[in-house]
C-alpha cells in the first residue's frame, strides 16, 4: 500500500475509532491518576479475586435470577458474564436463572472518573455498570444512594427502544422509620448507534461531587445530571462500590431457555473497566495555604 493511501485509511479509522483511553480534560491544576482498586484490563484467564467478588456479596439477585459465580469468567481479553437456566442444585423457590455479578472489594470508590467498554447480551436481561452503597442510619430512617452509569438491555419485549440508547440514572433511597422506601431518582438516556447488543461501547461518569454526575458514551460528553436533594442537600457524599451486574427485571419477561442456551446471545462482556481520581498538580500543591 503507498504511504499516502496508509496515512489516509489511518485517519479514517481514527475518525471512526475513537483510541482515547484516558478520562475527560481534568481542570486546570489538575491531573487524573488511575484508581487500581476500580480498574482492570481483564487480560489473565481469570478474575482477579484480590479485587473483584464473583457474586454480590449482599444482594443474592432479583428473581428469577439468581446471582451465580459460574457465570462469570475472563478469557480473551475480557470479563464474560454468561446467562443461563439454573441447575437443579442451584434452583431454590422463586430461583430459576443464572445471572451474574462482578462487585468490588473495595468499598471506597468516590469522586472521581468512572468507564467501561462493553457490548450487552441479546437476551432479556440487563448488562449494567454502576456505583451503589449500603444503608446507612440517617434522621428518620436509613438512606443509601447508586449511581447508575449505564442499564443495557440487548433484548426487551416491553421496551424494545432501551437496545439503542445508554441509560443513566441517580437513586437516593431514603426508607423512613416505619414506611415504605422512597426511591428519589434523577434518569437521563443517550440514543446509540449500533445498538447495545451489537457492538462495543464505552460508558463513563465523571462523579463530581455530591450533587453532580457528568455522563459520557463512546468518548464524548452526553449529559449531566443532578441527584434529588429532598432528602439530603448532598445527596451523593458517600463512596461506594462498583458493580457489572447481568439481572432480570420486574417489568420484562424473562428469556427463554432456548435463548439462553444460545451462546451468541446470552454473555455480556466487558473489554476493560478504568476509574480514575483527581489529584493536585505538584505546582498547584505548592501554592496551596
Known amino acids: 500500500m503507498l504511504p499516502f493511501f496508509r496515512a489516509c485509511l489511518w485517519s479514517s479509522l481514527v475518525l471512526i475509532w475513537p483510541l482515547r483511553a484516558a478520562p475527560p480534560p481534568a ?11 476500580f ?6 484467564d481469570r478474575l482477579d479475586l484480590a479485587k473483584w467478588h464473583d457474586h454480590h456479596p449482599y444482594w443474592e439477585g ?16 475480557m470479563l464474560r458474564i454468561r446467562n443461563s437456566v439454573l441447575r437443579p442444585a442451584e434452583a431454590t423457590g422463586k430461583f430459576t436463572l443464572a445471572g451474574g455479578a462482578v462487585v468490588s472489594r473495595s468499598a471506597a470508590a468516590h469522586y472521581g472518573y468512572y468507564e467501561t467498554r462493553m457490548k450487552a447480551s441479546s437476551v432479556a436481561m440487563s448488562s449494567t455498570f454502576w456505583l451503589a452503597n449500603q444503608p446507612v442510619a440517617v434522621p428518620g430512617g436509613t438512606a443509601k444512594q447508586e449511581i447508575d452509569i449505564n442499564e443495557a438491555m440487548g433484548v426487551s419485549k416491553s421496551f424494545p427502544k432501551w437496545r439503542t440508547a445508554m441509560h443513566a440514572n441517580t437513586h437516593y433511597f431514603f426508607n423512613p422509620a416505619g414506611d415504605e422506601k422512597k426511591d428519589q431518582s434523577r434518569p437521563g438516556q443517550h440514543a446509540i448507534t449500533p445498538a447495545a447488543d451489537e457492538a462495543f461501547h464505552t460508558y463513563g461518569a465523571w462523579w463530581v461531587d455530591a450533587n453532580t454526575v457528568h455522563y459520557y458514551c463512546d468518548d464524548a460528553f452526553v449529559f449531566t445530571l443532578h441527584p434529588d436533594t429532598t432528602y439530603s442537600p448532598t445527596p451523593f457524599d458517600r463512596p461506594m462500590y462498583l458493580n457489572l451486574v447481568t439481572e432480570t427485571y420486574a417489568w420484562e419477561k424473562p428469556p427463554t431457555a432456548a435463548d439462553l442456551a444460545d451462546d451468541a446471545k446470552n454473555t455480556t462482556y466487558y473489554d476493560w473497566v478504568r476509574a480514575y481520581t483527581l489529584t493536585a498538580k505538584p505546582e498547584a500543591r505548592a501554592n496551596l495555604p
Request: proline share 12%; no cysteine; aromatic share 12%.
Open 27 to 37: 481542570p486546570p491544576g489538575f491531573t487524573w491518576v488511575r484508581h487500581e482498586a
Open 39 to 44: 480498574s482492570d484490563e481483564f487480560d489473565g
Open 62 to 77: 432479583r428473581a428469577p435470577a439468581k446471582f451465580i459465580p459460574r457465570s462469570v469468567s475472563v478469557r480473551d481479553g
